[in-house]
């Protein structure tokens, strides 16, 4: 069975090349980048590890175009390509790709739809995080929680997806093209009485580069939420 694996990136050139070879080590998944036009180095990084690699590929996007946006070009990707699974992780290094094997074995083992990660079904998980980072995130998880409810860490961007069960139309739903299209996208899965299960895992900060997650986006994601709790009940 094919694996697409997903990875956004924006400014990534200090993580990107070690969270590939960490990933392709022992492994023939294929990885696909959608990058964001990154100024800082990224894409003669990706340039060199398509060199390299067979089953590496990326696409450049001659614009932001957001972080949603992105996960949504390569999940469509990998339904065009014919790919069994899709699996979508940060660039950034928190997540562990040792991880991903797991997420694939429940997915098929078990018969779910969506294998999520949740940070906060293990009350280490954020152990290394700063004390605002861990603050924010815990209070964003409480307001989706209570205005969606949900009881999944829908904002987690590192997930698997069984799109042979997944009806493409679904994501394409989603409005939201940046960091709320997560929370979004999973909120109509559930919708739609798809089996989606959170699994737990340690998120450790990240080591080199900077957030992409700023305050007007935190703004943007409550406004979202709002809205989104509106339409629900209507």
Known sequence: MKTLIVIPTLNESKN????VYKILKNSKYKILVIDDNSNDGTINI???LKKKFTNFNYKIRKKKKGLGSAHLDGISYGYKKKFNFCLTLDADG???PKDIKKLLLLIKKENYDVINTSRFLNKNSLADWP??????????YLLVRFFLNTKFDSSSGFRCYNLNKIELKYFNKVRNKDF????ESLYILQKNKYKIK?????LKYREAGNSKMKPIHIIQSLFELLLLSIRKNF
């Open 16 to 19: 990107i090349k070690k969270l």
């Open 46 to 48: 990706l340039k060199k």
């Open 94 to 96: 928190t997540h562990n």
């Open 131 to 140: 004390y605002i980072r861990r603050l924010i995130t815990i209070m964003r």
């Open 180 to 183: 709320f299209f997560l929370i």
């Open 198 to 202: 959170d699994i737990p895992i340690t």
